[in-house]
């Protein structure tokens, strides 16, 4: 685990010889950098969703049954982009999250067909504060939340396995326990992954990890925020659901 305190380091980790002095400001770029990257991808999911659900309706129609192949291209690029993150460069790992946006902008676009405005905007401002809370407390807690995030990344895979069951023989109970469970489960990986970035930070300001392997952790990162918001606010609206059109 990486100390909170700044210090003096010696540069030899990255094999210069140099000495580093953490004095923040690296840390700081890492974070507005993870944060950016992170806002701006939910900004295009968010304008490509808005505009096929609302003015190419039709054609979402027309072509629905590509959704299952946009949902593989989706998980392809997100095993593609974290497996090869040392093959990459930060500028192919920009583009492959840029298009991972673009892509789940695409699937997204049905929650503008399927729900009123009004629960859409109820669901955005609670995955919201709820993102930010426990964003928060990851950033500024001293307590290790990877006892936390195994049990949640655990119970990931239980709730995918139970997701796929209740769509097969769906019942209102299991799909109401499921959206709960959802929550909280990303509650806790917001958490986590907001201290782990947090760590990658320090260890960037310290000298630990060069500047360009900063900035693809930076992308990584925001993409890990990005999902943790984005099913934060998935399972809300299905929790919210009854303004569904």
């Given at each position: ?17 140099a ?13 507005n ?22 003015r ?21 690029l ?60 990851g950033?500024?807690?001293?307590r ?21 069951v209740?769509?097969i023989?769906?019942?209102g ?41 900063a ?6 990162g ?24």
């Open positions: 685990m990486y100390s909170d305190d700044k210090y003096t380091r010696s540069g030899e980790a990255a094999g210069n010889g000495v580093y002095v953490a004095n923040g400001n690296v840390q700081n770029a890492f974070i950098r993870v944060f950016g990257w992170m806002f701006a991808g939910l900004a295009v999911s968010g304008g490509v969703s808005w505009y096929l659900g609302t190419c309706v039709e054609l979402i129609m027309k072509y629905s049954g590509a959704y299952l192949f946009l949902a593989i291209a989706e998980i392809v997100v095993i593609v982009l974290s497996a090869g993150l040392r093959k990459f460069s930060a500028a192919t790992a920009a583009v492959l999250f840029v298009i991972f946006a673009l892509l789940n902008g695409v699937t997204l676009s049905w929650i503008f067909m399927a729900y009123e405005v009004g629960v859409l905007a109820k669901a955005f401002f609670a995955a919201s504060g709820t993102f930010g809370a426990m964003g928060l407390i950033y500024t807690t001293r290790d939340l990877s006892g936390v995030g195994g049990i949640c990344t655990m119970g990931l895979i239980g709730l995918i396995i139970a997701s796929i209740n769509m023989w769906y019942n109970t299991a799909d109401l326990i499921i959206s709960w469970v959802g929550i909280l489960i990303f509650v806790g990986l917001t958490a986590w992954d907001v201290q782990k970035i947090k760590r990658l930070a320090i260890a960037a300001d310290e000298g630990a990890i060069s500047a360009s392997d900035k693809k952790y930076a992308v990584v925001a993409l890990e925020l990005y999902l943790d918001f984005i099913n934060l606010f998935l399972f809300l609206l299905r929790l919210f659901g009854g303004g569904r059109r």
